[in-house]
């Protein structure tokens, strides 16, 4: 590795573990809230852990516990959180190209942290260095998975005594950071095409369809228009 | 009284967890991503953008399957432009936080 290389992977780095703090306090609230729902709704503390370790996924868990609420069967809430965790497959599939040099347990041990925020990260921190940093990819992974687990137990056990997050403007830190992680994955017409489209395509979705569709929906239709993007101005050139 | 150490549920957030660990490591375990055509290359580059715009927007400007323009969705958007200008994704969430205690206090009073 040159010099420069060098120079430009610590500063991707330091950006990373920047980025990171943000989420470090989005999993921490989130799990915390996980974890006071979850007791709320009559889950053990081991089950409540179990969901955060095993399935990781906060939106999916939060379903989850929703369902559990109200005696869904197995096989519905099943169902319900693959359906919602679909989005996933588009983020392996977005990361793959750039992973693919790496050996297969790596590759493995990598999918089980791609969350919305660790993809998010990942992707940011890819865009700015032009490839995978395999020590980057990990710890974005684990910059949600050890805080999220760990609020979870601390939510189960001491949840009721926290503030709600609303009163303190964090209810809006999730949304934020995907916002945030979004605009500055944005370099190009292409991206901020796919970026509007994708969102637009979202929102429609979620009204006209339903909300654990939408983001799906977004996320397959906004990168074919900024594929027409690109192809126009080609073409007009 | 919940028995913290009861484990019922624990085989279903397994179940849950294999088929959200099989959408997230598929496309990861599958040989010749590396290979693949340069426009499949182009639409998975911007899967990103797309799909996390797609969160954000649903989160802030949807409702119970209703249109919402709250002062959400206007802290979100000024602190992901904030955050861009600052190139940091934490001075942007600091933003729409700080943003969007103010736009409600605002309207409150």
Redesign the interface.
């Known amino acids: 590795m040159s010099g420069a290389d060098a120079k430009q992977l610590r500063a991707a780095r330091r950006?990373l573990a920047?980025?990171s703090?943000?989420?470090w306090?989005?999993a921490i609230v989130i799990g915390t809230i996980f974890g006071f729902t979850a007791?709320e709704g009559?889950?053990?503390?081991?089950?409540t852990a179990?969901?955060s370790?095993?399935?990781?996924?906060g939106a999916?868990q939060f379903a989850?516990v929703g369902l559990?609420a109200v005696a869904a069967p197995?096989a519905s809430?099943?169902l319900l959180?693959?359906l919602l965790?679909?989005?996933?497959?588009?983020?392996?599939?977005?990361?793959?190209?750039?992973?693919?040099?790496l050996p297969?347990r790596v590759?493995?041990g990598?999918?089980?942290l791609?969350t919305?925020e660790a993809?998010?990260l990942t992707?940011?921190h890819v865009?700015r260095l032009g490839r995978m940093d395999l020590s980057g990819a990990w710890y974005a992974g684990f910059a949600i998975f050890v805080p999220w687990n760990l609020a979870t137990l601390a939510g189960?056990l001491a949840g009721a005594a926290l503030p709600d997050p609303a009163t303190?403007?964090?209810?809006?830190?999730?949304?934020?950071?995907?916002?945030?992680?979004?605009?500055?994955?944005?370099r190009d017409r292409?991206?901020?095409a796919?970026?509007?489209?994708?969102?637009?395509?979202?929102?429609g979705s979620?009204?006209l369809v339903?909300?654990s569709a939408?983001?799906m929906?977004?996320?397959?239709?906004?990168?074919?228009v900024?594929?027409v993007v690109?192809n126009r101005r080609r073409a007009t050139r | 009284m919940i028995d913290p150490l009861r484990s019922d549920l624990v085989p279903l957030a397994i179940l849950a967890g294999i088929g959200t660990y099989a959408a997230r490591a598929l496309p990861l375990l599958a040989t010749g991503a590396d290979r693949l055509p340069a426009p499949v290359l182009a639409y998975l580059r911007l899967i990103g953008p797309a799909v996390l715009g797609a969160i954000a927007a649903v989160n802030v400007f949807v409702d119970d399957a209703s249109l919402r323009l709250g002062p959400e969705a206007v802290a979100v958007v000024v602190g992901a432009l904030i955050g861009r200008w600052r190139d940091s994704l934490l001075v942007g969430m600091a933003a729409t936080v700080l943003a969007v205690l103010l736009l409600r206090a605002t309207i409150a009073a």
Request: charged content about 5%; proline content about 3%; aromatic content about 10%.
């Open positions: 950006q920047i980025d703090i943000g989420i306090v989005l007791r009559g889950l053990s503390l081991i089950e179990a969901f370790a095993f399935l990781f996924a999916a989850a559990l197995w809430i099943v959180v693959w965790n679909a989005r996933h497959f588009l983020y392996a599939a977005s990361i793959a190209p750039h992973a693919a040099a297969r590759r493995a990598l999918a089980y791609l919305d993809f998010a992707s940011a865009a189960w303190i403007g964090l209810d809006v830190a999730f949304p934020a950071s995907m916002a945030g992680l979004a605009v500055g994955l944005v292409a991206a901020l796919a970026l509007v489209a994708g969102s637009a395509a979202a929102v979620a009204l339903n909300a939408a983001v929906i977004g996320g397959l239709l906004g990168p074919l900024g594929l690109v």
